[in-house]
């Protein structure tokens, strides 16, 4: 409950300004998005080039 | 914090996905099944001795299977943007900068430059039959395009003094100045009023979702936390 008060006055735009202990959820969210990125649009996969072909090419990632 | 980022990314990237969708069913996919008859050959240009051939896309609606795999690689990989965008807002307001719709809006137009338009400049949006140098040089090329180019923007924006601006004019030029990888011939067998059209509008199109992912992003972004 104190903490609550104590990061009140810190909040920027309606939360909290992240501390240290949030850049590992950081870079847990960001390795997340980057492996998203990679399958839909880098993965060699011929099943996964097959089903992400138009939007490979509609997002001008490199296909082929 | 961490569900803040997870929930916001996770939200404005299916919203983005679904747009996304929407914008490139009706303005891109067309284009790029009119390719695909060049590229197997149904239709040739400059075949009939003339340098004319048949303009005019194929019914869209003849394969769902193919385009619901489209719908759900858009969603996997606009998800995926939307996570480090939001990562992006939570880096951002560690170093005391506020992001709402508005801001997002801006960081989406960045995204933009950073995926789409920077990229673009070596290696034009392909329709489906162009032939280009190897793929993993390609994709490698345009990874380290993206990154440089998302941190000479960032360097822009959240830099200090010219030091900071002539480093990221440097990071942004440099994919440029090394040159991407290309083939010493062309092969291009459909017209080039298609190519170039393909190309501007995957462009065109993708700069709206961007905006778009920016501003949802933002809005969300701003919104208070649960508790």
Known sequence: MTTRTQTAPMQTAGHAVPKGRDLAGLAFAAILGLGLIFVAGFSHSQTIHDVAHDQRHSMAF??? | MTKHVLTGGLI????AGLFAVLLQLTFVVPLLLEGELYESGDRVHFGTGGPESIAGAPAIDGEMMRHAGTLAMSLVSWIGFALLLV???ALAARAGHSVDARKGAIWGLAGFIAVALAP?????PELPGTIAAELGAR???????????AGGLAAFAFGKGPVAVFAGAVAIALPHIVGAPTLDTYFGVSPPELSAHFAARVLAVSAAIWVFLGAVAG???????PT
């Open chain 1, 62 to 64: 490199p296909c082929h």
């Open chain 2, 12 to 15: 404005a990237g299916l919203v």
């Open chain 2, 87 to 89: 990562v992006g807002f």
């Open chain 2, 120 to 124: 673009a400049m070596g290696l034009a």
């Open chain 2, 139 to 149: 994709q490698i090329w345009w990874s380290a395009t993206v990154v440089l180019t």
């Open chain 2, 219 to 225: 809005w969300l972004w701003a919104r208070p936390a």
